[in-house]
């Protein structure tokens, strides 16, 4: 299936079928791979990977996906650029899609990636801004659908700062019918806009209790107090102790409750490793599906 979008910025872009394709297609790629029988779907292709901010996950999947698809991924820090001399955002866009067919940004402001995806003729993948982080909420969609065998009609319990992971996966969230509370201390709340855009199609709570908010929830997520981008030394103290997902508060989801976190996860501080290394906790086949779910998405947005 190739995608209407021609970049994926925040998930905002994918319709309901596209985003459920993306998801069923990993599943499908995770399988083969599993099998032994993967094909060179984009050979002599190859993907500029910029990145302002350090990353593992991301980093690892997407050149490992390129790799297995039969395809090529150029690992481009951004103060190795002429980016780092004033080269402008827009030329360097520009100049990258004259030698390749697919460009990923990890950066700081949103705004970057906006004129990044404006000035290059070649599809523009968001890998984590300040703002969104749409990577992660395929890798996550996919893994509850293996977990659950269905996504329509989940609650998900999002508990800590509501920030560009959160974001994402409220679009992700109305896409795929699953309803979604959100416990943030007050002040930390998800992108306004977004829950105004999501909202007639689910139910989304934003609240200051994570008690009420993971009463009843298939799923609960977090992440780190800190994101890379946050710069207050302080921050912490507004989330602890109440916002700490630990085994007291994982007994007030459903007895069959997963949990999950994009990772990396800061131990004893929004979770405790009694519950990311227990029984409900899913994290490594979440971060597994982040190579299977963006080789779905790089194959769909070159329509091959
Ligand atoms: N979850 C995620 O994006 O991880 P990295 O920061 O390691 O890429
Ligand atoms: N919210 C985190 C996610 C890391 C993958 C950050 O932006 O640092």
């Given at each position: 299936m190739k995608l209407?979008?021609k970049d ?17 297609f990993?599943?499908?790629l995770?399988?083969e791979l599993?099998?032994?029988k993967t094909k060179p779907i984009l050979k002599n292709k190859t993907l500029a990977m910029i ?10 999947s997407f050149e490992t996906g390129m790799f297995q698809l039969g395809g090529h991924a150029l690992n481009l ?16 866009a520009r100049t990258l899609s004259r030698y390749t067919d697919i460009i990923m ?15 290059s003729t070649v599809p523009v993948i ?165 190579l299977?779910?963006q080789k779905a998405l790089l194959v769909s947005l070159l329509g091959i």
């Open positions: 209407k979008t994926l910025l925040t998930l905002e872009e994918l319709n309901n079928n596209e985003l459920s394709h993306i998801i069923d990993g599943i499908k995770k399988k599993k099998n032994g990145f302002q901010k350090p990353s593992t996950r991301t980093r690892v820090s951004s103060n190795e650029l002429q980016l780092s001399r004033e080269e402008s955002i827009e030329d360097t940004a990890r950066v700081y402001d949103h705004k970057m990636i906006e004129i990044l995806s404006k000035n968001n890998g984590l801004s300040n703002s969104f982080h749409p990577c992660q909420t395929l890798a996550d969609l996919m893994t509850i659908k293996e977990k659950k065998k269905k996504l329509q009609g989940l609650k998900i319990a999002w508990i800590g700062d509501g920030n560009n992971v959160c974001n994402s996966l409220i679009y992700g969230c109305s896409k795929s019918g699953i309803n979604i509370s959100i416990a943030t201390p007050k002040g930390f709340e998800p992108d306004r806009q977004v829950i105004k855009k999501s909202k007639m199609n689910i139910e989304i709570e934003t609240i200051t209790n994570p008690e009420i908010a993971i009463k009843n929830a298939d799923v609960v997520m977090t992440d780190t107090f800190t994101s890379i981008h946050n710069i207050d030394t302080k921050r912490e103290k507004k989330f602890l102790p109440k916002f700490q997902v630990n085994t007291s508060l994982m007994k007030k989801a459903k007895t069959n409750a997963i949990f999950m976190h994009c990772l990396p996860a800061k131990r004893g501080h929004e979770v405790t490793s009694s519950v990311i290394d227990g029984p409900q906790s899913v994290v490594w086949d979440q971060a597994e599906n982040r299977h779910t």
